[in-house]
Nanobody, 123 residues
C-alpha cells in the first residue's frame, strides 16, 4: 500500500511560479513510476507529467512543456512539480500518483492517488 500526500497548492497570479510536493509513505524501495495529474473545472482528469523510478522525466503534456518540471528524491521519498509561468488555464486540482506496475511512465489509471491540492491562477 502506498500513501501519497500533496502540498504546495495555492492562489497565484498569471506568470507566477509554484512548487508542489508529494510525500510517499507505506512502501519501501523506489521501483514505481510517479506522476502528476490535474482536473480542471469542466474537464476530465488528465495526466500532466510522469517520471520513471530512476528519476528520468518520461512524459509532459504539450501545454506544460518548457514550463513544468518534475523531479523525485528517492532517498527522501518525495516528488516535486515546479510550475513556472503559470496561466489561468492551469487552474485545477493537482493529484500525485504512483504505480508499481510500471517503472517508466505512470499510466493513465495508476494504482495509487493522493487527495489532491488546489492550484488557482488568476489573470
Amino acid at each position: 500500500q502506498v500513501h501519497l500526500v500533496e502540498s504546495g497548492g495555492g492562489l497565484v497570479q498569471a506568470g507566477d511560479s509554484l512548487n508542489l510536493s508529494c510525500a510517499v509513505s507505506g512502501r519501501t524501495g523506489r521501483y514505481y513510476s510517479m506522476g502528476w495529474f490535474r482536473q480542471r473545472p469542466g474537464h476530465e482528469r488528465e495526466r500532466v507529467v510522469s517520471i520513471s523510478w530512476s528519476g528520468a522525466p518520461t512524459y509532459h503534456e504539450d501545454s506544460v512543456k518548457g514550463r513544468f518540471t518534475i523531479s523525485r528524491d528517492n532517498a527522501k521519498s518525495t516528488m516535486s512539480l515546479q510550475m513556472n509561468d503559470l496561466r489561468p488555464e492551469d487552474t485545477a486540482v493537482y493529484y500525485c500518483a504512483a504505480d508499481p506496475r510500471n517503472l517508466v511512465m505512470v499510466p493513465e489509471t495508476p494504482d495509487y492517488w493522493g487527495q489532491g491540492t488546489h492550484v488557482t491562477v488568476s489573470s
